[in-house]
């Protein structure tokens, strides 16, 4: 299926270019939520009239992304969890519970679906997960998993 971009999407295009996606993805993410249409003459003739609006847009947001950017870039970020002897967590650390985190100790909204983790936090240790706030803006937050101690 072939989409035409309102916005600049990592690893796939820039605003106005023409990009064949699977049409699940196209129908269901990028239509659906307002980051593409499906390209056809006159969409993409109203896509090359309003580019200058939506680049402007981009701008902006991705001026809000480097906010967000300078406040948790290279943060820390410490979760008391219950571990089993050998260090295992009884269950593992998921990027929604990081984001509540982020909220509240910062005040920032991150969603889940911004939060890559590299590998599953599962363990006592000291984690990196990157956060995509912008196609052009990544961030680093550090999490650091501690031992829970057990009450009597």
Not at 67 to 92: R, V
Not at 100 to 106: G, R
């Amino acid at each position: 299926m072939e989409v035409v971009l309102l916005e600049n999407i990592k690893n796939l295009g820039n605003i106005g270019d023409i990009v064949n996606v699977k049409r699940g993805h196209g129908r269901n993410f990028l239509i659906k939520y307002g980051k593409a249409l499906v390209a056809s003459k006159t969409n993409i003739d109203l896509v090359n009239k309003k580019k200058s609006q939506l680049n402007e847009k981009n701008i902006s947001l991705k001026k809000e992304a480097k906010k967000i950017y300078d406040i948790i870039n290279k943060k820390s970020y410490k979760f008391l969890k219950q571990a089993k002897d050998n260090n295992e967590l009884y269950g593992s650390i998921k990027p929604k519970e990081i984001s509540k985190t982020i909220e509240n100790a910062d005040k920032i909204e991150i969603k889940p679906s911004q939060i890559d983790l590299s590998k599953e936090i599962n363990k006592i240790g000291f984690y990196e997960a990157k956060i995509n706030l912008h196609a052009q803006v990544q961030g680093i937050i550090h999490i650091e998993v501690v031992k829970q101690e057990e009450e009597n």
